[in-house]
């Protein structure tokens, strides 16, 4: 505007931008800060504890695009599921327990005693018993123990029906969120790729005099914004794969 090549409108927009600037850089800041002390705490660590953020070394699933094996995984590997399964077993002893309330029951007994008048072991004696005992009538007592028991069975049954449900739809829409999170960072990807065409275009129409410097900035912020956007799909991407293992069972 000094040189007469530009309009006020144009300083009062560059001003506009570097105050949206500097509030945007200090709210990355807060955000970086927040977040570094967030992960801090969540590894039990000072949250003062300077932290440089790694690549993630975890091995990919191989089976990304195979739901059927995604969910044959889950049903072997997942805890709540290993767990239910645990639980029907032992439901399955218990009833077999229960039938056996009125069976005969044998015990046997064995012992060896010494004794003396200086040594204990001047003379002993060996015992052995067995006894057998079978009570033919309880009142009812083992048929409603039995009835309990499978009861206890149907339900542990009932709950690993319902936690197999659950890892299907946890492994589903885990599932479906990194499919359309990899369809947003193939998009973000020509986004990035578009905008920088844009800067190169304008900074080669300004360089010869055919366009203004306001055109290139503009340019240049909508590959900043595009830029954005691709960090932005790439942080979906990656905790959508996070949430797909922990659907799995994975570590």
């Known amino acids: 505007m000094n040189n007469g090549l530009g309009a006020p409108a ?37 949250p003062r504890t300077p932290i440089v ?13 195979d739901i059927e094996r995604l969910v044959a995984s889950a049903m072997s590997d997942r805890p709540d ?27 046997a007994v064995a ?15 060996a015992t052995y018993g067995i006894t057998v005992s079978w009570q033919f009538g309880d009142g009812g007592l083992t048929a409603g123990q039995v009835k309990q028991a499978r009861g206890a069975e149907d339900i542990a049954r009932q709950s690993l029906i319902d936690v197999t449900n659950q890892a299907i739809t946890d492994v589903s829409q885990a599932y479906v969120d990194l499919q359309s999170a990899l ?33 290139v900035t503009t340019a240049q912020a909508s590959l900043f914004t595009a830029q954005h956007s691709l960090t932005q799909a790439q942080g979906d991407v990656d905790r959508a794969r996070v949430r797909l293992r922990a659907a799995v069972g994975l570590q």
């Open 183 to 215: 369809q947003r960072l193939d998009l973000a990807r020509v986004g990035v790729d578009n905008a920088r065409e844009l800067v190169r275009i304008d900074d080669g129409r300004y360089t010869g005099g055919n366009g203004q410097f306001l055109d």
């Open 10 to 46: 144009d300083v009062l927009q560059a001003k506009t931008n570097l105050a949206g600037g500097a509030v945007s850089l200090s709210t990355a800041r807060d955000t970086a800060l927040n977040s570094r002390i967030a992960l801090a705490q969540l590894m039990g660590i000072n």
């Open 111 to 125: 012992g060896i005693t010494g004794k003396g008048s200086n040594d204990p072991f001047t003379t002993q004696a």
């Open 53 to 65: 953020p790694a690549q993630s070394n975890e091995i990919p699933l191989s089976e990304e695009a």
């Open 81 to 107: 599921i290993k767990s239910a399964k645990e639980q029907v077993s032992a439901a399955v002893f218990a009833v077999s327990l229960a039938k056996k309330g009125t069976l005969p029951r044998v015990d």
